[in-house]
């Protein structure tokens, strides 16, 4: 015979563990520096394939991130002063979490960033990442 209890103490052993299963460790400030900016570059990457070639968003700021080069602060600014497609929905959205990316970066991650580089051309023309190991067997 089971106890009435039993499934009441399961299911309260579930509730109490999922959160720990789900997300084994909190966001450190770097990781979320780290996620916010790669949405970020992908929303506006997203951006430009779904407007038209005569759309204001091809006026806007080149949109490159790495939180590891100082000349980021000054490419977030820059982006959230422009003024193109003001007033344009997914915009003023992306600018609100570049905003918030650099508000983060500036203000409460400052002591755990560590700037690698302040090569801002780096910014506007990246390097593009190799799609695979370098072949050394040649």
């Known amino acids: 015979m ?12 579930v509730v109490v563990v999922w959160p720990l299963a789900v997300q084994p460790a909190p966001p450190t400030c770097y990781s979320r520096m780290l996620t916010l900016s790669q949405e970020i570059m992908a929303d506006f990457q997203s951006l ?27 490419k977030l600014r820059d982006f959230v ?11 003023d ?3 609100d979490r570049v905003r918030k ?3 983060i970066m500036n203000s409460f991650c400052r002591r755990d960033l ?9 910014l506007e023309y990246p ?6 190991p370098p072949d050394w067997q040649n």
């Open 48 to 74: 430009q394939a779904s407007e038209p070639e005569d759309s204001c968003v091809r006026y806007l700021p080149r949109l490159y991130l790495d939180i590891h080069n100082y000349c980021v602060l000054a």
């Open 2 to 13: 089971v106890p009435k209890t039993l499934p009441l103490l399961l299911l309260l052993l």
């Open 127 to 132: 390097i593009p990442e190799a799609t695979g």
């Open 81 to 91: 002063a422009s003024p193109q497609c003001w007033k344009m929905a997914e915009v």
């Open 114 to 122: 560590v700037f690698l580089s302040d090569d801002c051309s780096a």
């Open 93 to 95: 959205s992306l600018k």
């Open 101 to 103: 990316l650099y508000t």
